[in-house]
C-alpha cells in the first residue's frame, strides 16, 4: 500500500457515487476561471471534484516501520441554481460522498484503516475575485492510516 494506492481508490469511491461529475486526482488550478470552469464542467454543468493529500503524520511503530496518516482533502464545486434550489440538490450529494466511505474502512486494502468522513465546509464562494461568479463549494477530509517499511 501507498499513498498513491489510497489517493487512487478514495477517487474510485468519489466517483461512484451518483451524480458526482467529473472527478480529478489532485487539485486543480488555472490561470483563467473560465479555462478552470471548463476543467470541473460535467454534462454541461458545473460539478467536479478534486482529491490531494492534505498533510502526512509520521510516527515510529516499531524500529524498521513508521506509520503513517495521511489526510485527504476532498472538494467538491457545484454550479449555483437559485430556481432550481442547487443547494438541496448539492448538499444531498455531500452526503452521499461522505456516506459513500462507510464499510470501506480499508479502502479495498490499501489502508490500515481510514475514516470516518468528515465534512468541514459547506458554502458559496466567488470563485475568482470580482467575477460575479459563484459556486456551491464543499469541503471534506479522510484520514487513511498506512505502514510504511524502511
Known amino acids: 500500500m501507498s499513498q498513491a494506492d489510497i ?6 469511491i ?5 451524480g458526482v461529475g467529473v472527478v480529478h486526482d489532485f487539485e486543480r488550478s488555472s490561470r483563467s476561471p473560465a479555462e478552470w470552469l471548463d476543467i470541473m464542467t460535467s454534462g454541461g454543468k458545473i460539478n467536479g471534484w ?6 502526512t503524520e509520521s510516527e515510529w511503530e516499531f524500529h524498521t516501520t513508521n506509520r503513517l496518516r495521511h489526510v485527504f482533502r476532498i472538494k467538491g464545486y457545484y454550479a449555483v441554481d437559485d430556481a432550481a434550489a442547487s443547494e438541496k440538490t448539492f448538499q444531498a450529494l455531500v452526503d452521499e460522498v461522505r456516506k ?3 464499510g470501506h474502512e480499508t479502502l479495498s486494502g490499501d489502508a490500515l484503516i481510514s475514516g470516518p468522513c468528515q ?5 458559496i464562494r466567488e470563485i475568482a ?5 459563484y459556486l456551491h463549494v464543499a ?7 498506512e505502514r510504511e517499511t524502511r
Open 129 to 133: 475575485p470580482d467575477t460575479g461568479y
Open 139 to 145: 469541503e471534506l477530509t479522510l484520514a487513511a492510516e
Open 7 to 12: 489517493l487512487g481508490e478514495i477517487t474510485t
Open 119 to 123: 465534512i468541514d465546509y459547506v458554502g
Open 50 to 55: 478534486t482529491i490531494s493529500r492534505e498533510a
Open 100 to 102: 459513500a466511505f462507510n
Open 14 to 18: 468519489v466517483a461512484g457515487v451518483s
